[in-house]
């Protein structure tokens, strides 16, 4: 429904998406943050020249791109695999030219898939950095436990 349709302002971006429910206005003193505003924020946040920094959570790989320290891409894909998430990263590398060996790239992930990451684009970019959250416990956790432990010390 249209009424579900909200906006955030992020670092002069603005973030349109759809909630769904809203069961926010049941809660005393809620908020609402959204994944991808919270990933932007993070990325202008290492003051990074040129990087990558992505997560893949329920098929959809959440990307955003710095090129000469500025905000130039955030996007969601659908993916079904690595081949699409690997397509979709070298995509955007080339669309933004940026250049390989100098740039940072960051998966926010569990350490097993990560290992899969640095295989993946072995040979493509330069070793891909693992974002790991403070509220990770040091045994390895599903990628998607990983992911919504970020999201969640970027709120905290």
């Not at 924020?41 to 329920?58: C, D, H, V, W």
């Not at 959440?62 to 500025?70: M, P, R, Y």
């Not at 397509?87 to 569990?110: G, T």
Request: proline share 3%.
């Amino acid at each position: 429904p249209r009424e579900n349709i909200q906006t955030v302002l992020a670092d002069d971006v603005k973030i349109v998406f759809s909630n769904g429910e809203n069961w926010s206005d049941k809660l005393v003193n809620a908020s609402t943050h959204v994944d991808i505003q919270l990933l932007i924020q993070y990325a202008l946040s290492t003051k990074k020249n040129n990087a990558i920094f992505f997560y893949e959570l329920e098929n959809k790989l959440n990307i955003v791109c710095i090129k000469e320290s500025k905000l130039h891409l955030a996007n969601s894909y659908a993916i079904e695999n690595n081949d699409d998430l690997f397509y979709f990263v070298m995509l955007n590398v080339e669309l933004l030219q940026l250049e390989a060996q100098s740039l940072h790239v960051e998966a926010i992930c569990s350490k097993g898939k990560h290992e899969d990451y640095l295989v993946l684009f072995k040979n493509y970019l330069p070793a891909i950095q693992l974002t790991e959250s403070h509220l990770s416990p040091v045994n390895s956790v599903p990628s998607n436990h990983a992911v919504a432990m970020f999201l969640a010390e970027c709120v905290l």
